[in-house]
T-cell receptor, first 112, second 113 residues
Framework: KQEVTQIPAALSVPEGENLVLNCSFTDSAIYNLQWFRQDPGKGLTSLLLIQSSQREQTSGRLNASLDKSSGRSTLYIAASQPGDSATYLCAVKTSNTGKLIFGQGTTLQVKP | KAGVTQTPRYLIKTRGQQVTLSCSPISGHRSVSWYQQTPGQGLQFLFEYFSETQRNKGNFPGRFSGRQFSNSRSEMNVSTLELGDSALYLC????????????FGPGTRLTVT
């Protein structure tokens, strides 16, 4: 059974710092991995999608990597800003259906 | 291009009642998935519809059901509501099954009293 874990559960950093969020999964047989952002009480915003054949994806100040063999993904945020404060979720797709398996998320606070 | 829309955004129901939530996917998307989000359990998969057929189902009781229409819009129904059904219900759409990116709507906040 696939399980997804995100550590730490919460993180507080000063503005301008570079930071890394971690995601681990127990079964390396994944189709893809997706990182999302969720603001309080809101829906999920897709940040990056990494297919199983890819090692990393970049969008602006965000860079996500994938290491299937070790069951790990990281989301790197450069030059963090207060507007980056949110909960970040990673999710893996393990079959040819729409089902995503989510981690519990990392709540990030960036202090001005 | 409009995103995924969900209606209503907020609902308050009483135990024992039933509720229907609606989801309109991004234009051209044919797959719709539903998730329940609670503080204790996080995000859990309910079911997925593709081409009007349920393709996958999560571990939820039969009180939770859904359907998809020919225009890809989807509805989910919860009958005989329980206090534990209070949650944020999220709908996601994608172009199809397989490796496509999923896009989420703003959710429907259901409160059962």
């Amino acid at each position: 059974k696939q399980e997804v874990t995100q550590i730490p559960a919460a993180l507080s950093v000063p503005e301008g710092e570079n930071l890394v969020l971690n995601c681990s999964f127990t079964d390396s047989a994944i189709y893809n991995l997706q990182w999302f952002r969720q603001d309080p009480g809101k829906g999920l915003t897709s940040l990056l999608l990494i297919q199983s054949s890819q090692r990393e994806q970049t969008s602006g100040r965000l860079n996500a990597s994938l290491d299937k063999s070790s069951g790990r993904s990281t989301l790197y945020i450069a030059a963090s800003q207060p507007g980056d404060s949110a909960t970040y979720l990673c999710a893996v797709k393990t079959s040819n259906t729409g089902k995503l398996i989510f981690g519990q998320g990392t709540t990030l606070q960036v202090k001005p | 291009k409009a995103g995924v829309t969900q209606t209503p955004r907020y609902l308050i129901k009483t135990r024992g009642q039933q509720v229907t939530l609606s989801c309109s996917p991004i234009s051209g998307h044919r797959s719709v998935s539903w998730y329940q989000q609670t503080p204790g359990q996080g995000l859990q998969f309910l079911f997925e519809y593709f081409s009007e057929t349920q393709r996958n189902k999560g571990n939820f009781p039969g009180r939770f059901s859904g359907r998809q229409f020919s225009n890809s819009r989807s509805e989910m129904n919860v009958s005989t509501l329980e206090l534990g059904d209070s949650a944020l219900y999220l709908c996601a759409s994608s172009k199809g099954q397989g490796r496509h990116e999923q896009y989420f709507g703003p959710g429907t906040r259901l409160t059962v009293t």
